[in-house]
């Protein structure tokens, strides 16, 4: 698999590492640190920052301490909204009627772009009515296009287009793109249906090469009342629609950082679909918990653990193991600056893997914290998920151990396509050849959202 093809990239790094590291503890150490567990214990541990000595093993995302420092701490330059009006859009916001009743869509949408005018977190915003094209609106006009229905629609919006207008007009450092529309790939002729992916790659690439481009996607339903356009022009438009809800998308576009930045402050609080694509993520804090669901003949490897009140613990030392006398270990992690998607438990345990050498150490469960951890005086109260892992052969030497999460596409996206949307339902046409085009071309550069760096070594 492209996963374990990086994974002996990993290995020269974390070799160096391992020959600098000055050896474990010594059985008298260890003791020592069990009389001493009162004192080295009773100051909090800070998980969200890794030792300086573990940043030239990050990996893919930089170290979560990054994310309160530097550049990340700044505004955004701009935030640029895009509305679409074409006729495919009015049932969302239909027009006012004597009852006053208003869509999930206006509820939602309206509230939004009053928080995006409100917020802090970027400098300048502007928003932009998409027809053929975006024109350039302000708040107040386009929130009332969504409070009182849009007045003139367009008759179609060309999703490739938009894209790349995006991306050749409004593409900058420290700015995002926020398109509000329900992507209903239509185009002319029906014999482009089969290259969306194609179309939609193309578009975000035709101004040039963007290595650092990001795109995430939110999917949302609501009540539709008004004209229902399918995708095939054959099928026909459904009129009084409709008796299900039918779902529109929020999709951010721009460099990695600012998307990351601009989900996590406007975004992760609404409940959501989520699918992203090139966004990366500061690495999370994690921790060995010798305290917390352990079992078998193990202790803390680090260098000088049973003498100092460490942030983060990284090194197993295993003293014994076999199949009749497992060793289990606990390692705690902070997932809470990452998108939900990635702290689904489900998602985790179908995507989060281990890998070592020269071991048969194994991920048992990925758990999440409950009541009980959060109330505990112990460290685990300080994390929101926990990996338990198990083996049943001590190593022979000091081996690297890495917990690593696959970012693999959700499954509600294959749920939510449809290849004949002559009937409305709460799904949408081409949804999945869509979002293929957001994907890396070449599949070895789909990183995985984090890798967690571990040791193995013998213990005395």
């Given at each position: 698999?492209?996963?374990?093809s990086?994974?002996?990239?990993?290995?020269?790094?974390?070799?160096?590492i391992?020959?600098?590291?000055?050896?474990?503890y010594s059985?008298s150490d260890m003791?020592?640190?069990?009389?001493?567990?009162a004192t080295s214990?009773?100051?909090?541990?800070?998980p969200?920052?890794a030792?300086?000595?573990?940043a030239p093993v990050?990996g893919?995302?930089?170290?979560a301490?990054?994310?309160?420092?530097?550049t990340?701490a700044?505004?955004?330059?701009?935030?640029?909204?895009?509305?679409?009006?074409s006729?495919?859009m009015?049932g969302f916001m239909?027009?006012t009627g004597?009852?006053?009743?208003?869509?999930k869509?206006?509820q939602?949408?309206?509230?939004?772009?009053s928080?995006?005018?409100?917020?802090?977190?970027?400098?300048q915003k502007t928003f932009?009515?998409?027809k053929e094209?975006?024109?350039?609106d302000t708040?107040?006009g386009?929130?009332?296009t969504v409070?009182s229905?849009?007045?003139?629609?367009?008759k179609s919006t060309?999703?490739?287009?938009v894209l790349?207008t995006l991306m050749?007009?409004?593409?900058?450092p420290g700015?995002v793109?926020?398109?509000i529309?329900?992507?209903?790939?239509?185009?002319?002729n029906?014999?482009?249906?089969?290259?969306?992916?194609?179309d939609?790659t193309?578009a975000?690439?035709r101004?040039?090469?963007?290595?650092?481009r990001a795109?995430s996607?939110?999917?949302y339903?609501s009540?539709f009342?008004?004209?229902?356009y399918p995708a095939l022009?054959?099928?026909?438009k459904k009129?009084?629609?409709?008796d299900?809800?039918?779902?529109?998308?929020i999709?951010?576009?721009g460099?990695?950082d600012?998307v990351r930045?601009?989900?996590?402050?406007?975004?992760?609080?609404?409940?959501?679909?989520q699918?992203h694509f090139?966004?990366t993520?500061p690495?999370?804090?994690?921790?060995?918990?010798?305290?917390?669901?352990n079992?078998g003949s193990?202790?803390?490897?680090d260098a000088?653990a049973?003498?100092r009140?460490?942030?983060?613990?990284?090194v197993v030392?295993?003293?014994?193991a076999?199949v009749?006398q497992?060793v289990e270990?606990?390692?705690g992690m902070?997932?809470?600056?990452?998108?939900?998607?990635y702290?689904?438990?489900?998602?985790l345990?179908?995507?989060?893997?281990l890998?070592?050498?020269?071991t048969?150490a194994?991920?048992?469960?990925?758990?999440?914290a409950?009541d009980?951890?959060?109330?505990?005086?112990g460290?685990?109260?300080?994390f929101?998920h926990?990996a338990k892992?198990r083996?049943?052969?001590p190593?022979?030497?000091a081996?690297?151990?890495v917990?690593?999460?696959?970012?693999?596409?959700?499954a509600?996206?294959?749920q939510?396509t449809?290849?004949?949307?002559?009937?409305?339902?709460?799904?949408?046409?081409?949804?999945?050849?869509?979002?293929d085009?957001?994907?890396?071309?070449?599949?070895g550069?789909?990183?995985?959202?984090?890798?967690?760096?571990?040791?193995?070594?013998?213990g005395?």
């Amino acid at each position: 698999m492209r996963h374990f093809s990086a994974f002996p990239r990993l290995l020269p790094a974390l070799g160096l590492i391992l020959l600098l590291l000055p050896g474990c503890y010594s059985r008298s150490d260890m003791k020592s640190e069990e009389g001493a567990t009162a004192t080295s214990k009773s100051t909090t541990e800070t998980p969200a920052t890794a030792p300086p000595e573990e940043a030239p093993v990050a990996g893919p995302a930089e170290d979560a301490s990054d994310v309160v420092s530097g550049t990340a701490a700044q505004p955004l330059q701009a935030v640029n909204v895009f509305l679409e009006v074409s006729g495919s859009m009015e049932g969302f916001m239909p027009k006012t009627g004597a009852s006053g009743e208003n869509t999930k869509f206006q509820q939602h949408i309206a509230q939004l772009l009053s928080e995006i005018n409100r917020t802090s977190s970027a400098r300048q915003k502007t928003f932009y009515r998409i027809k053929e094209k975006p024109y350039k609106d302000t708040y107040q006009g386009i929130s009332a296009t969504v409070r009182s229905g849009i007045q003139q629609p367009a008759k179609s919006t060309d999703i490739p287009s938009v894209l790349d207008t995006l991306m050749s007009q409004y593409y900058q450092p420290g700015t995002v793109s926020v398109l509000i529309s329900d992507f209903i790939y239509s185009p002319k002729n029906a014999g482009a249906i089969p290259y969306i992916k194609t179309d939609i790659t193309d578009a975000l690439t035709r101004s040039g090469s963007h290595p650092d481009r990001a795109v995430s996607v939110y999917g949302y339903t609501s009540d539709f009342r008004g004209t229902y356009y399918p995708a095939l022009v054959a099928a026909g438009k459904k009129t009084n629609c409709c008796d299900t809800e039918i779902p529109y998308y929020i999709w951010v576009v721009g460099p990695a950082d600012a998307v990351r930045r601009f989900d996590a402050a406007l975004l992760e609080q609404q409940p959501s679909k989520q699918a992203h694509f090139g966004v990366t993520y500061p690495r999370p804090g994690y921790s060995l918990l010798s305290k917390y669901q352990n079992k078998g003949s193990w202790y803390y490897g680090d260098a000088g653990a049973s003498k100092r009140n460490a942030d983060a613990y990284r090194v197993v030392a295993v003293s014994d193991a076999s199949v009749q006398q497992p060793v289990e270990f606990v390692v705690g992690m902070n997932l809470g600056q990452l998108p939900s998607q990635y702290r689904e438990v489900g998602y985790l345990k179908q995507n989060l893997t281990l890998q070592g050498v020269d071991t048969d150490a194994k991920l048992l469960d990925v758990t999440a914290a409950t009541d009980q951890t959060k109330a505990s005086s112990g460290p685990e109260s300080k994390f929101t998920h926990f990996a338990k892992i198990r083996l049943t052969k001590p190593p022979k030497a000091a081996r690297p151990l890495v917990l690593k999460l696959q970012d693999q596409r959700p499954a509600w996206v294959a749920q939510w396509t449809t290849k004949n949307d002559a009937t409305p339902a709460s799904k949408t046409f081409a949804l999945s050849s869509l979002l293929d085009g957001l994907e890396p071309q070449v599949e070895g550069d789909k990183r995985p959202v984090f890798e967690l760096p571990l040791t193995l070594q013998p213990g005395e």
